[in-house]
């Protein structure tokens, strides 16, 4: 083939085809603008208001915001539990979730039923029987206390329910949302796959070991990943809800009240939908902003094949 | 083309012109919370009633608890509340207050709703002022439930219903004596909920939890730090068990100490009863609450288990309450529901379930006979700031059993915010 | 210490750690699963044993009866009329989508890609009621319309998630596929999906378990009883204020997730086996 065609043609592929583009945006575009965008200005309409969820709602300006940064303890308490929470259990649940994918990516005799059985947690989900059963076993004749008296690392003085103690019931919630890592780790198994295999081996012929192949080539290949990963599981973090609701409640005093089961109170609870949404609201400026710097970082530390048309 | 336009004129004309006193088809909607038990008997009930009055529909839609009040909160919000709902004393005000549901006192002065066998003790909760807005469907009263067969080995007696809180405090003292390490004398001071023992405590001296009009506590920090050190007191002499304990254990009765043979006595409403003798597996029986010297007033009430109430913008009002009626007074249909909700409000429904009813369901309706003896007029529905109140009341007194405040320190700051909640309400 | 036993030694540690952590992660399931065959009265007395003293069916039983007329037959059968066709149209378009997003360059892209971020940013509490509200003016409600056909329009996770994979490939390959005379849908279709695969996987794993287990949304727009998908039902064992039967409800909660599990183990052996994109970048 000429070249002169070649380059013409290789221009065309990164020229703008807006029909292209937005045919395959297309169905998302339309679900945004017919189900989405309304709900959501509607929220951001509520968030000025005091609204009872009864008849229409009264507008007060910047009232709600002005209350919850100058008179709302538990906003506060919420974020502190919030953050903590997030501190703690993204990186314990992503290291956790590359580690086991390390283990389990290479076919081996068993390794698909040990996948099986590592991932069951991920599929128990968050139901009352999630909740009963967590309970139980942190309580105070549950298993943990049990193990922890036989092997004498406990006091019997010292046993104690740990989904119902201050200091330990965050702890609990953070144990059950690491216990499900599966969802990562699915996902750094299909990005380990993604890796050529002549990297690898190209790499053993330099005489990289194990260690040295990990870091120079798995880390490098799967960064786009672990970017992905952890952005995500940061944003899931910060819009947890369900464990606190049904396993602590957000209790022992508001030790597990984490923000967005407040904003759940505040509009399902106590009826002020305005109110919740303009804690909604401030929680969207705050992760839009953290989201926005995690992207920009993501220019010196994650690798991609290709740069889309985003990048 | 032409002819089927006449034909369809002619259906038209048919239909206009046939007999008025044909069947209306009429579609209600029911809604409710619940257990297995319940939502089976409840669909049960509505079939015989559609039976019995042919051409109406009954849609029911239940569901638990916590998702019940979600889905009533978003319904409210788009104007489509059912045409019965199950309402409970926590809510029944704010929707009541808002007109969303019909006073339901002219059908009882017309007949329509007939409550002349059920005495106004038992249904008068469901008042706001004059207006009824709520039927009761199954009484309730607070009740210490005990494992009297532990307690004859133990050869420890129990105290007799009138007993004083200082009978109460020795009592559990004496069984502290004999009871070992990690086995508490009771699981609670009343129902694990400090929100029980301070309405208990006001009413003893003439008040309400909360004042008349709904808009500041019907306390004050003086007794309120008497309820705290109380329950603190009984807390450190492990009469009952430490907070974290009793949080753990939650409301479930099933999940409750006395279950694990943990504790004595428990504190609970009377028709939990029934899951705590299921989850044990052992009989239990049940006792009034305390009363006190210097009491002007029972604390004691007798309490509507739920209601059903009727929404304002029903467009079947009539058939809605005749349903009620029917739910009220129908034996055959109290076969069906056989007291699943609590003791029903009518005397003649009683006496004609007695002889069907199991063990400990005789035990509970036998309870609500004594515990009638020592009852006085139930407080008037929690105002709309109650589940924030409560919430707050919540997290001092766990401020209070974990040491991080004194009772003292913890009524001084609860008082007034909680007060600032309800006036802004 | 020659290499074989060394080799063998490496294997008998690694097989053995792997199945005592295995044990920690699926301890509580098999207490959940233990719990469902104990008799009433020995789940909370004898809460912690793993062996029931008395082994019965009674909670499966009773359980699957369900409510009134409805058994769980019925709920497992609305369960998979949301989430099969909703999962189907999630997984298309959401990798339509993202090869969209990350291979077109066309107008207002970027805004486009920061809303999609931003959808994903807004807690789903605050948006129910206005939800609702909107369903309920186009006459959705106690239908599964609500959730099918928003489905439809692709999911923010998946599209972002597929985008990752796709700036994976190379660009050349799209290049020469265009100088083979493919347009942009051949592209897609020929050279993307079959290299996006496990992406995809992915994306329907997640999706059919997120949607088997939501009960918000059902909660909010199914109001018939018999419409019922399995995440609600599993709810309406217990009454915290009445009489719950935890039996039952552990029973069912335990039959629920063997969809979820069948899926992941019929599915997951494509994320993993063979390395396939052997070639690529050689």
Redesign the interface.
Known sequence: MPQKTLTRRRKRSLETNNIAGYLFIGPWLIGFIVFTIVPIAMSLYYSFTNY???GSPTWVGFQNYITIFTNDVRFYKAVNVTVTYVLIYVPLRLAFALFVAMLFRVPRRGVSVYRAVYYIPSVVGGS?AVA?MW?QLF???GVLNSFLLAIGAMAPAAA??W????STALGTLIVLAVWQFGSPMLIFLAGLKQIPAQLYEAAAIDGAGPIAQFFRITIPSLSSVIFFNFLMQTISGFLSFTQA?LITNG????RTLFYVLYIY?K?????E?GYASALAWIMLLFMALLTGIIFKTSNYWVFYESKGANK | MKKLLVFALVLTLAIGVMPAHAQEQVTL?ISW????????RT??AIKLFESQNPGVTI?????????Y???M??L???E?LPDIMQQDLQYIR?YAD?G?LENLSPYVDSGALNLSDSDPAFWTGGMLGDKLYGLNLGTNSLMQVYDAVWLNELGIEMLQPGYTWEDYVAFLRELRAVLPDGVYPSADVVTNQIYNLITHRVRQLGGHFYAEDGKSLGFDEALLTWCFQFEKDLTDEALIPP???R??M???P??NLI???QSVMMET?S??L??AV????RPLAGNIMPVADDQVMNGQYIKP?QFFSVSAHSAHKDIAVKFLDFITNSVECNDILLA??GVPISSKIREELKPKLSEVDAIVFDFLGVAAKYADQISPPEP??H??VY?LL??YD??VC?G?MTPEAAAKEFIPKANDLLANK | MNRKTKRALTTFAYHFFVILFGFLMIYPVLWMMASSFKP??????D?YSLIPRRVVFANYA?GWRG???NTFGTFFANSFKLVIPATIGVVITSAMAAFGFARVRFRLSKLWFTCMIITMLLPMQVL??PQ??LF?KLGWTDTYLPIIVPAFCGQAFFIFLNMQFIQGIPIELDESATIDGCGRVGIFLRIMIPLIWPAMITSMIFSFYWRWED??SP??YI???KKYPVS?AL????????????G?MFAMSVLSLVPVFVIFVAFQRYLVEGIATTGLKG
């Open positions: 009872d969820l009864i009352v009963v309970k309580g105070r004749n104690r329910s989904t119902t103690t201050p609701l209790g022992p005093m508001d109170l509009g399902f609870s106590f009826n939908m | 909607r919370w619940g257990s297995q038990t319940r939502h089976d669909i049960e849609e029911p839609e239940y569901m638990s608890w916590n998702d009040w979600i889905r909160a978003t409210m919000a788009a489509q704010q808002k969303l907070m974290d304990l949080l753990e939650g409301v479930s099933e999940m279950v694990t043979k409403n028709n939990q029934i899951s299921n989850a044990s597996g288990s699943e909700r709309a700031g589940s924030e919430d919540k997290t766990q401020n974990f991080e | 009433h009265a020995d789940i909370f007395t809460a009773n409510f009134g007329n129910m009621i609702y509200i309920n009960y918000l909660l909010l109001r018939t009883a609600i709810k309406l064992f217990s009454d915290p204020a009445s009489v719950s039967d935890y039952a």
